[in-house]
């Protein structure tokens, strides 16, 4: 079992010494915040640039502002590669192909928490004649491979996996990080091509392409844009006009842990669907009931065996079914948030140093929430037939007007 984001106990000297072991530097910056990412390994550096080269500050100072990260493959004081941030944390890494991901995993978590000027929301985001879409959901909900049928067919991109709404003024900012997309992902688009060097190992074992949206589209970035539509992406439709009463939550653990399984299965509302050992780590799936006394309970407990969790994520139930035809749906403001504030779950994972929810507002995000989406059409897609889907999005903007649509 991988011994990840273990916390290293380090002297301020050790922590120094590890520090001088990186050969290299890049300098970033994420709206407010400013980063630099140092590591001995070019490999590293490689994939953090390929990742995040929109975000390079070539005009960064260099004395010393900003947010340190290095990544130390040989540390000499255990044989996992060794992550060093905020001038007094350590933890382990995984070795082999994994070990960028994993690496990033924690950057780029520290830098989302860092970010004070835009309320981030995970989601795509796409943009049409000035006016944008997000696109929100959760995990294997298809994402990913919508945005990039949209951008295919013209639509700017601002983001895959971060839609970023500016606090003040509640506009959508671009946050071009580097798409990510399962390996099946190719065999979907048309027209699109993945260079062998773009698919890399992730963390919880499988793989992923990682590519620069210009380099598969070319010039297509948005700029700053209105939100016009947040859409819920779903991917099975609700029986009989009936609303799901359950969640799918997915809990990765970095070792497993009978009594934490068994003392999570036993509580009311609560459907225990068996452990699953093929990837890096072991992961349990759980049906939850949408009781807000349930959901407390079960998460306090992954809290109190916060040693254990690595992640919980909500999951799809099955995923995108090309043979469905989608269909689309208004929804309120209020649900529409309160389902964004629970996708924000997906963002999270325990680096080791704190609960992560020790420090969040849950009522105040709400509220932020609800705010930065006031003027936006809500609506509810269930995913299905991949150009369909894409047609249904269109479709928002060719009603809205000719000046809304993608280009031609």
Not at 50 to 76: K, N
Not at 229 to 251: A, F
Request: glycine share 8%; proline share 5%; hydrophobic share 40%.
């Amino acid at each position: 079992m991988p011994d990840y984001l273990k916390p290293i106990p380090l002297s301020p000297r050790e922590w120094e010494d590890l520090k001088h072991k990186a050969r290299w530097e890049d300098r970033y910056r994420f709206f407010d915040v400013r980063a630099v990412i140092r590591s001995d390994s070019r490999g590293v550096m490689d994939f953090f640039k390929q990742t995040y080269r929109h975000f390079l500050d070539r005009e960064a100072p260099t004395d010393g502002v900003g947010h340190d990260y290095c990544v130390i493959t040989e540390s000499g004081i255990r044989p996992d590669p060794v992550l060093l941030w905020d001038k007094d944390r350590a933890c382990s890494l995984l070795a082999g192909a994994a070990l960028p991901d994993s690496a990033d995993v924690v950057i780029f978590g520290s830098l989302l928490r860092k970010i004070d000027t835009h309320l981030l929301i995970h989601g795509a985001a796409l943009e049409a004649g000035g006016e944008a879409v997000i696109l929100s959901g959760m995990s294997g909900s298809g994402k990913s491979t919508l945005a990039l049928e949209l951008a295919r067919r013209g639509f700017g991109f601002c983001s895959d996996e971060i839609a970023a709404i500016c606090r003040k003024t509640h506009r959508i900012h671009p946050f071009p990080r580097a798409i990510g997309s399962r390996e099946n992902t190719s065999g979907l688009l048309k027209s699109i091509h993945f260079k062998p060097n773009w698919l890399h190992h992730t963390t919880s074992g499988e793989k992923k392409w990682i590519a620069d949206i210009e380099d598969l589209f070319g010039d297509c970035i948005a700029g700053v844009c209105r939100g016009r539509y947040l859409v819920l992406l779903d991917t099975t439709p609700d029986k009989g006009g009936e609303p799901r009463r359950h969640h799918n939550v997915r809990i990765a653990l970095k070792q497993v842990d009978k009594d934490l399984l068994t003392r999570l299965a036993a509580i009311e509302g609560v459907e225990y669907r068996g452990l699953d050992l093929d990837g890096t780590f072991p992961c349990a799936g759980f049906r939850v009931r949408k009781d807000g006394h349930v959901q407390r309970v079960f998460l306090d407990l992954c809290e109190i065996y916060n040693e254990v969790v690595l992640y919980r994520v909500k999951v799809v139930s099955a995923r995108p079914d090309p043979r469905r035809r989608p269909a689309i749906s208004a929804i309120s403001t209020m649900e529409a948030g309160l389902e964004l504030l629970g996708n924000l779950q997906n963002m999270a994972i325990n680096d080791g140093w704190r609960p992560r929810d020790a420090s969040v507002d849950t009522t105040r995000v709400l509220y932020d929430l609800l705010d930065a989406i006031a003027e936006m059409e809500c609506y509810r897609l269930v995913v299905g037939n991949l150009d369909k889907t894409a047609d249904l999005v269109s479709g928002l903007f060719e009603r809205a007007g000719p000046a809304a649509g993608p280009p031609p």
